[in-house]
């Protein structure tokens, strides 16, 4: 059973940034392929960035492509988002997921096929 737990959210203004993180114990991190998710009021869950457990391959909505930068440290057991040029539409909470097993790159894009979840962080975007 993974545990996974975000920080790093927060109110920021329009341009600025943010780094958030997503710390995971109770599993071999390193062998699991991890993205990054997030929910606005009255939305569904989508999709923001997926890498692979290597850390090789990595994949971006198209809507965070060029501002946003997921990476992972597998010695510390921590996930990353790096959010730049933030825009008011990025409000949303932010879920770190973790999948086991090999996937596809479009199941790597998708919110089902992901095991472990964590609790969320807040992002607030103010214009």
């Known amino acids: 059973q993974v545990q996974l737990v975000e920080s790093g959210g927060g109110l920021v203004q329009a341009g600025g940034s943010l780094r958030l993180s997503c710390a995971a114990s109770?599993?071999?991190?390193?062998?699991?392929?991890m993205g990054w998710f997030r929910q606005a009021p009255g939305k569904e869950r989508e999709f923001v960035a997926a890498i692979r457990w290597s850390g090789m391959s990595t994949y971006y909505a198209d809507s965070v492509k060029g501002r946003f930068t997921i990476s992972r440290d597998n010695a510390k057991n921590t996930l990353y988002l790096q959010m730049n040029s933030l825009k008011p539409e990025d409000t949303a909470v932010y879920y770190c997921?973790?999948?086991?097993?090999?996937?596809?790159?479009?199941?790597?894009?998708?919110?089902?096929?992901?095991?472990?979840w964590g609790q969320g962080t807040q992002v607030t975007v103010s214009s």
């Open positions: 109770g599993g071999t991190f390193s062998t699991y392929d």
């Open positions: 997921a973790a999948k086991g097993g090999r996937i596809t790159t479009a199941q790597a894009m998708s919110v089902t096929p992901y095991d472990y």
